[in-house]
């Protein structure tokens, strides 16, 4: 079954840029009918979008983080990527990857287990 | 942009009772595009309903979903202790701030 792992450095100093990977294994990353998602929540708080990918490259983000996000994909690695620029304490959260199925109203079906990501100096 | 209010934020019960569990949206959700999510301390959402009321694969049936428009339904019929977790409905990229379901 397709399965999400996140990876990516656990701290990270202010002003400068967050940086994960989710890799996608027991299935194809461009497979049609879901979006590649990051989705974070802060400590002891609920969840909030960051924005998708679909395979062919196409995005949407937050626009509460637009100006600072970049989500892009790998094909050939069968990988998808965040990028937060400029980040501050208040960015400091547990960061998820999670595949958004349409054929599921549009559902978060499969979740990686999240990263916990500290913003400090 | 769609706000959704869940209700009560939490609820203290006891194994084998039923629990109830209110998701409001601001305007009306199209399609009945509503998700119900359960998470346990330290571990990632899972997915229990979808499409308000269609079970995700290897979901108790004990946990039903209902609603429509703006007005939705998680209800979990015995809980088992298993169960005691944060609930959180979805909806496109909008999630509900969650209700606790904690031993009484």
């Known amino acids: 079954q397709v399965q999400l792992q996140e990876s990516g450095p656990g701290l990270v100093k202010p002003s400068q840029t967050l940086s994960l990977t989710c890799t996608v294994s027991g299935g194809s990353i461009s497979s049609g009918g879901y979006y590649w998602s990051w989705i974070r929540q802060h400590p002891g708080k609920g969840l909030e979008w960051i924005g998708y990918i679909y395979y062919s490259g196409s995005t949407y983000y937050n626009p509460s983080l637009k100006s600072r996000v970049t989500i892009s994909v790998d094909t050939s690695k069968n990988q998808f990527s965040l990028k937060l620029s400029s980040v501050t304490a208040a960015d400091t959260a547990v960061y998820y990857c999670?595949?958004?199925?349409?054929?599921?109203?549009?559902?978060?079906?499969?979740w990686g287990q999240g990263t916990m990501v500290t913003v400090s100096s | 942009e769609i706000v959704l209010t869940q209700s009560p934020g939490t609820l203290s019960l006891s194994p084998g009772e039923r629990a109830t569990l209110s998701c409001r949206a601001s305007q009306s959700v199209s399609s009945s595009y509503l998700a119900w999510y359960q998470q346990k301390p330290g571990q990632a959402p899972r997915l229990l309903i979808y499409?308000?009321?269609s079970r995700a694969t290897g979901i108790p049936d004990r946990f039903s979903g209902s609603g429509s428009g703006t007005d939705f339904t998680l209800t979990i019929s015995r809980l088992e202790p298993e169960d005691f977790a944060v609930y959180y409905c979805q909806h496109s990229r909008t999630f509900g701030q969650g209700t606790k379901v904690e031993i009484k």
């Open positions: 499409g308000a009321s």
């Open positions: 999670a595949r958004l199925a349409l054929l599921l109203s549009d559902a978060f079906d499969i």
